[in-house]
């Protein structure tokens, strides 16, 4: 009888272990905050977080004012077709080297495995940056966070 309640009581705790994790997991999936735009990797963070929302407008505010810069539209269908990528990528902000107008953000972009025995991989890049009327404008980023040159 007493070997009962003991496994009574041992299957409880495990219970209740198992309700306060889930309880946490679903918690802590809070909606992530755009932060400031002041600095060239604050920039680079907003833009990625921007497109990972699927907020295309906000994203293409981040890009430098050029020739070649593509209207909103092709911007917005350049990311629609590829938004499975961006979602199964990370991205870890490094390093910033800053000459002047102009600035590098070091990266390092996870890519997620698509497949069931297919692990995740690392890669190492930058971002460019320059600096337009008092703001930082990307000019570059590697893939899947660029579609176009």
Do not use: C
Not at 8 to 21: D, K, P, Q, R, Y
Not at 22 to 35: E, I, N
């Amino acid at each position: 009888m007493k070997q009962d309640r003991m496994l009574i009581a041992i299957l409880v705790v495990i219970l209740i272990l198992i309700g306060v994790s889930l309880t946490l997991f679903f918690l802590r999936r809070g909606d992530v905050a755009y932060g400031p735009d002041d600095s060239p990797d604050g920039v680079v963070r907003n833009y990625v977080l921007a497109l990972h929302k699927e907020d295309y407008p906000r994203a293409y505010g981040y890009l430098q004012d050029a020739d070649n810069k593509p209207s909103l539209t092709e911007f917005r269908g350049e990311f629609i077709g590829l938004s499975w990528n961006i979602q199964n990528s990370g991205l870890q902000i490094g390093a910033t080297e800053v000459s002047g107008d102009e600035a590098v953000v070091r990266l390092t972009i996870i890519h997620g495995g698509s497949e069931p025995f297919n692990s995740s991989w690392r890669e190492n890049s930058d971002a460019w940056l320059t600096l337009q009327e008092g703001e930082w404008k990307l000019t570059y980023l590697p893939s899947p966070y660029w579609g176009w040159e």
